[in-house]
């Protein structure tokens, strides 16, 4: 089955990038969309709850206030993420690795452990969490991000174990460089580093969720899928550095 | 709501257990919980029924608490 029918899907951070993608495809498979975002802008036609996903009580206002609306959470998608100021581990600061790994790591559990009750209940759920290739290779200068993005790929694994015989699953989507606004920065040379010779866009990564959301994805489980355009695939030995 | 006690409470308990696809037949106070394959999630799938459907308020964490072994273990600790 699938629970767009009495149920609602919650993206966080769904207001631009990568996760206004995810929640504008999710709504075109027919699902009622509920956006967490830390202002009150809107995020398209989408039902919007503001909270700080740090904030485990906003957060759970948050969770209520769409649930109200919308009806019972059956797909999450934590998206919502930072990076942090380019430093090297040797000066990396206590403040910047609390703060990538509150947003980026703590957050997913606090969301997760508050929409997993009623999935478990309606036997179907979906959780994707957005991680990162900087999860699967190293990461200069990005050390508390790449750790947080690393924890969630290993939390997708354990998370799934965990419910996977009620019927509901848990993975990543590790996308690489993709033209964001958080990516604005990152070097135009980094993309001669990437195998298909370019950025990817977000909707590159909004297809390879709702692949994992939908009814065919069901027996996909605690995976975490690349869409990186080869980036974490591996060095090419031909290329001069 | 008036919150069930005694027989009424143990009666929704055993009907969430059997509705989660547990044998009722075998759901009795002194049936073993890892014999019933009765486990972590089923526990916070009844916690999740008994506040949303009957107004009872208990966490899942006073329910770990004492260890339960038994059934009636868990029927016990809700009952409180």
């Known amino acids: 089955m699938t629970g767009s029918g009495d149920g ?18 999710l709504a075109a498979d027919g699902w009622r969309v509920g956006v967490i975002q830390r202002d009150g802008s809107t995020a398209g036609d989408h039902l919007v709850a503001v909270a700080d996903v740090r904030d485990t009580e906003a957060l759970e206002r948050a969770f209520g206030e769409i649930q109200e609306a919308l009806g019972p959470v059956r797909v999450l998608v934590n998206n919502a993420g930072v990076r942090h100021a380019p430093q090297l581990v040797a000066a990396l600061d206590d403040a910047t690795v609390a703060a ?33 290739v900087a999860g699967l290779v190293g990461s200069p200068g990005q050390a508390a991000y790449a750790a947080a993005k690393a924890g969630l790929i290993s939390f997708t694994r ?8 009620r019927g509901v699953t848990v993975n990543a989507v590790a996308p690489g460089l993709i033209d964001t606004e958080m990516t604005a920065e990152v070097a135009e040379d980094v993309q001669a580093a990437i195998p298909a010779r370019r950025a990817g866009s977000p909707a590159d990564v909004a297809a390879c969720v709702r692949f994992l959301v939908s009814d065919a994805a069901a027996y996909v489980t605690g995976a975490t899928i690349a869409v990186d355009g080869g980036l974490s695939a591996g060095i090419d030995p031909t290329r001069s550095p | 709501m008036t919150t069930p006690g005694g027989p009424a409470l143990e009666q929704i308990v055993l009907d969430a257990l059997a509705g989660f696809g547990h044998d009722r037949a075998r759901l009795v106070r002194d049936a073993d919980l890892e014999q019933l394959d009765i486990d972590s999630l089923d526990l916070i799938e009844l916690v999740q029924i008994l506040e949303e459907d009957h107004g009872i308020v208990i966490r899942l964490e006073e329910i770990q608490a004492v260890d339960p072994q038994t059934l009636g273990d868990v029927l016990d600790v809700i009952g409180r």
């Not at chain 1, 790591?105 to 997993?116: G, I, S």
Request: charged share 15%; net charge positive.
């Open chain 1, 100 to 132: 990538a790994l509150d947003t980026n790591l703590a957050a997913v559990f606090a969301a997760t452990r508050l929409a997993l009750p009623p999935m478990l209940r309606a036997r179907w759920g979906r959780v994707v969490n957005i991680a990162s």
């Open chain 1, 8 to 25: 609602c899907a919650i993206v966080t951070g769904g207001s631009r990038g990568i996760g206004a993608a995810v929640a504008a495809s």
């Open chain 1, 158 to 165: 354990t998370a799934a174990m965990e419910v996977a015989r």
